[in-house]
């Protein structure tokens, strides 16, 4: 709304030209999900108290997650409702990248609502069965990637970049764009579900990884930067940047209250959402590997499960204590702070390294 604000105003006044720089509408952006996020916060959890919104802990899980019973849930809300507003507000709404974001978060935040409040209405951790999930996440990952695929207006919107090389851009087949792009945000979605078991654990390393994602989008519509990269340039890929600061504002607001001891959980509406809006973002980006390293914890969380099913199918063993892997090392003893911070390090370590492969060519 701002920048097309600005584009009318500045025949009033110059000054008004503002509004349509990329890094002001950026720091607004950012600003303006804080703000909500954080003066909201309050309001929010007192609701879902009152209409007891709460967590249900497994009860196969760490005994130490008993406490946490009663806990309000749904948190996710208040992230999406302030990156929302935040990009209804700053981004170029004329811009059809971030429609497709836009799109991702509200049909995802669909399917985390319902997932949660089945889970309230039981009074147990079962929500949506996974089959139920996976097809409604498929469906709309599908629509998404489609539009992305059949909007793309030149080639390196639809190629598949390789890491290290400078020039080597694959082309993709329609089926197979859609295939690997559905399948990186549906995976991304359920990765960043399984990491968020414990207070702050997901979205420090969702913010994190959304600001790198936006530099790297900042420097794909920059032709300057580009060309120094030798990244493809993508002229309308600046605006995610946007979109990615209004996310960081949004998270670290609602850091503010699900930091050691969280006062609110995100739930599935903000995990799934969280993980499939980085998981488009990859994809608009082209950068679908570049993104494997900086979640690397996400895909570690996720691979511990999958080795975890396996191994007991086959073996009738269990690799771990527990799985995702970070109730593996609460049940070895470690604090719930020190397991938080360590993958949170990891995160930042994983990213500097994903950046650099930008450079390395």
């Known amino acids: 709304m701002f920048e097309y604000l600005g584009t009318v105003l500045v025949d009033f006044d110059p000054g008004f030209d503002i ?12 600003v303006t999900a804080l703000l909500i996020s954080i003066l909201l916060g309050p309001l929010v959890i007192n ?3 009152r209409f007891q919104f709460e967590q249900h802990v497994r009860v196969d899980g760490p005994k130490s997650h008993y406490k946490k019973t009663g806990t309000p849930t749904m948190g996710g809300l208040l992230i999406l409702m302030s990156l929302v ?3 209804l507000l700053w981004a170029d709404l004329s811009n059809r ?3 497709v974001v836009l799109f991702v978060t509200i049909s995802f935040g669909f399917v985390g609502f319902l997932d ?11 929500g949506l069965s996974s089959k139920q999930k996976i097809i409604l996440q498929t469906l709309f990952a599908f629509i998404a990637t489609t539009f992305l695929y059949f909007s793309a207006e030149t080639s390196p919107e639809t190629a598949f970049i390789v890491p290290f090389y400078k020039d080597l851009l694959i082309s993709m087949s329609p089926f197979l764009f859609i295939f690997l792009g559905s399948f990186v945000v549906v995976g991304s979605s359920n990765a960043v579900n399984l990491t968020d078991g414990l207070d702050g654990l997901a979205i420090l390393p969702t913010i994190l990884i959304a600001g790198a994602l ?7 519509g920059n032709i300057l930067i580009a060309d120094y990269l030798y990244l493809p340039h993508l002229e309308i890929s600046g605006e995610l940047v946007v979109f990615c600061g209004a996310l960081i504002g949004s998270g670290i607001g609602f850091l503010w209250y699900n930091t050691y001891p969280a006062q609110i959980f995100m739930g599935d509406v903000g995990s799934l959402t969280l993980g499939a809006i980085l998981g488009t973002i990859a994809v608009i980006l082209r950068h679908e590997l570049v993104f494997a390293i900086m979640a690397g914890v996400f895909v570690m969380e996720t691979l511990s499960v999958a080795i975890q099913v396996i191994s007991f199918k086959l073996r009738g063993k269990r690799v771990f204590l527990m799985a995702p892997i970070h109730h593996h090392f609460e049940l070895k003893g470690w604090e719930e702070p020190k397991i938080i911070v360590r993958f949170w390090i990891i995160t930042i370590i994983l990213i500097l390294v994903a950046l650099a492969t930008l450079k390395i060519r």
């Open 85 to 87: 507003i935040s990009t």
């Open 116 to 126: 949660d409040f089945m889970k309230i209405k039981s009074k147990s951790s079962d």
């Open 97 to 99: 990248y971030i429609w």
């Open 19 to 30: 509004l349509r720089y990329l890094t002001v509408r950026t720091i607004g952006g950012t």
């Open 214 to 220: 936006g530099l790297i989008a900042y420097g794909m």
């Open 47 to 49: 609701l879902l108290k």
